[in-house]
């Protein structure tokens, strides 16, 4: 035994074991995070059944979303009157849905109060833009409060009234998102060029009468977009589902709310697998709507990979210069060694330390004198001097430039001293042999700490809600007009919408599958950038290979 202690065996078993253990755990975080939200896409069948609350008897109608075991006398105290022997018994969580008739969503019952549970072919799942899902039976189907046809003929109408409605809102969403937002932009730049002039002094009759002309012009554009927005609305108003709900009640929805209609219980395998497809690519590139628990994730994507890419883009350079003038050109000495220990304890700071001193020194401080110089006519509107992605991206790039540093120190240190020698004994500067050979083989060093970088800088939320994160950002960072890239503006953020919408939501049970989607797509967008990382540095690992053994 001792002789097998002092091999080292046991050692390297203990590191074998707690590799496979820590691969095992990663494994199943992502297989717990995908089963739960994944799943979520899926057309879920809706049950009919019968529950019997006291003396009276009343219909449920819904998806069966959880079931559990819990103690009757749990039960029994909550009211409940249950008759068994049996110390437990299951209940199942219920999505009911039809929130604005109800006033809940879900709903806990005791399994043996329930009937047998069915499955109705014609029942509806009515995903709307407002309020959530609504479940029913389809009845008729009106336009302009006249029934059109009523039946198992409503259905096939009720499709094609649908897919009308859904072109009639795309376009309602175009004029008001793109169309009038446009017209509202010029207008805007319009004061902004009034005001301006007025601070220079330029403000004379003429400019007045130019800027009037433009401004009547585009009120004229603002109110023709109007007067075709009034119309859509009213085409889109037209036409009515009624549905009978589970109490009994005939309810009727507007189809200009309805964002899908279907009838989960009646699909085959093939269409529940197309449904599922277009699900899943409607929450990669839809907006969010109902407070972010319902439609896409887009935006939280996008803002997301450009923060990242403005932060790589500024932490780099930074990193790599600070790392090259403390290893190369700094006398090596108690100075050094004090601000590499510095370096260090950076890299354990609090990181919504960080974010507040993003918010005091770039937002307040640096963005205000900007706007002071740069944006005096916007005054006191803020351009830069309130949160926004060029800061939340500055102060991603300060918290993880330790790692960077660090990094690349230890690369530079790697280079053997007689490759620097060599060079130079060719005649080469100590500036040349730095950029032509001493980087490049370092390079491999430098890209292991963007990595690390780009991992901890994606994940991160607290500093973010202080500098630029926000619930839902009206616009992108990108769009058509100059500068075309808009640095100043407020983003949304993967990590932040998972804390949004996991801890900040009104409907936490509808919301908590699209946390662990969202989660999941997170986890997959770093390893994707990290990746592409990953695959960049072995390139330049292969490519100076030879170097290292000179």
Sequence with gaps: MKDWL????????MTAGAVALSVLSVVFVLWMTAAKGLTHFWPKAVLETTYRDGDQTVRVIG??????????????????KIETTQPFVDRVLIKLGNRDLTGQDFRWFPLPLLGELTYPPDILTVERHEWGNFYGHLKAVKEADRIVVEGREAWPELKARVERAQKLFREILRIEKYDIGDVNYRIEQLRLRERKAQLQGRLDEAYKAELTKQRAALDAEFAHLQERLQKLREEIG?????????????????LALVADVYQANAMSLAQKITHYIRKFWEFLTDDPREANTEGGIFPAIFGTVAMVLVMSIIVTPFGIMAAVYMREYAKQGPLIRIIRISVNNLAGVPSIVYGVFG???FVYLLGGSIDRLFYPEALPAPTFGTPGLLWASLTLAILTLPVVIVATEEGLARVPRSVREGSLALGATKAETLIRTVLPMASPAMMTGLILAVARAAGEVAPLMLVGVVKLAPSLPIDGYVPFIHLDRKFMHLGFHIYDVGFQSPNVEAARPLVYATALLLVLLIMVLNLAAIKLRNHL??????????
Aim: neutral net charge.
């Design 6 to 13: 002092k091999s080292g065996s046991p050692w390297i078993w």
């Design 63 to 80: 998806e069966l979303r959880e079931r559990e075991e819990v103690a009757v006398r749990r039960l029994l105290e909550a009211g409940f």
């Design 238 to 254: 037209r036409d009515t589902l009624v549905a009978e709900v589970a109490d009994g009640r005939q309810a009727e929805i507007k």
């Design 359 to 361: 918010l005091g020194f």
């Design 541 to 550: 690992r292969e490519k100076y290979r030879g170097l290292e053994n000179v």
